[in-house]
C-alpha cells in the first residue's frame, strides 16, 4: 500500500525536485540488480526510485537503519520494501533473497547520510554471490525544487574475486562519486 500511494505522490513531486535524470537507458530491463548509490538527504531513495519506477514500474527494496519501525511490519517492509538493518547478517540473507527472487536492493554502501572511510562491503559480496551486476547512481540531492540531478552508470559485473571487497568497493563508490560530479 505504501508503494502505490508514494507512486501516486512522490512520482509526481519528483517531476518538480530532479532537475536531470542521465543514463536511465543504463537501467537493466530483464535482470535483477543491486543499487549502489552516495547518500545525501532522507529523501534520496524517493529520487533514486523515480527513473526506476518510469522505466521498469518496479520496487526498489533499500536497506535502511530501521528509525522508522515503529510503524509496523506491514508498513515498512511489505508495503514500502524496506530491509530493515536489525543486524548485518539478517539484512544481508533478505537482500540475497530478494536479489535470486529478480528483486532490486538498493544500498547506500557509506551506510548512512555521513560519508564514511569505512565503506561497507555487502553490495559487493551480494554481487558476487549472487552474480547480479550492480548499478552505479550519482546524485545531487536537495530539498529545493529543480535542484536535484541523478546520473545513473553502465551496470558493473564484478568478477569472482573475493580479496579485496575494500578496494572493489572503494573503486564503485568512486564510480559513484565520479557520476554525482560530472553533472552540471
Known amino acids: 500500500m505504501v508503494y502505490p500511494i508514494t507512486k501516486f505522490w512522490f512520482y509526481p513531486l519528483n517531476w518538480i525536485m530532479i532537475r536531470n535524470i542521465k543514463g536511465i537507458e543504463n ?21 533514486i ?3 526506476i519506477l518510469k522505466k521498469l514500474n518496479k520496487k526498489v527494496h533499500f536497506v535502511a537503519t530501521p528509525t522508522w519501525w515503529f510503524l509496523g511490519e506491514t508498513i515498512c517492509r511489505k508495503w514500502a520494501g524496506c ?16 536479489i535470486k527472487s529478480s528483486e532490486i536492493v538498493g544500498i547506500f554502501p557509506e551506510g548512512g547520510l555521513r560519508k564514511t572511510k569505512n565503506l561497507k562491503t555487502g553490495a559487493v559480496r551480494l554481487a558476487l554471490e549472487t552474480k547480479a551486476p550492480i548499478l552505479p547512481i550519482g546524485l545531487k540531492s536537495s530539498y529545493i525544487p529543480f535542484n536535484s540531478a541523478i546520473n545513473i552508470g553502465k551496470p558493473v559485473y564484478l568478477k569472482k574475486n573475493k580479496k579485496n571487497l575494500k578496494k572493489q568497493m572503494s573503486d564503485l563508490m568512486n564510480e559513484v562519486y565520479r557520476l554525482r560530479n560530472s553533472m552540471n
Open 83 to 98: 530491509i530493515p538493518l536489525f543486524n548485518s547478517e539478517q539484512a544481508y540473507r533478505e537482500a540475497k533473497k530478494l
Open 27 to 47: 537501467i537493466p530491463v530483464n535482470a535483477q540488480f543491486i543499487l549502489v548509490s552516495n547518500h545525501e538527504h532522507l529523501i534520496d531513495p524517493f529520487y
Open 49 to 51: 526510485f523515480h527513473p
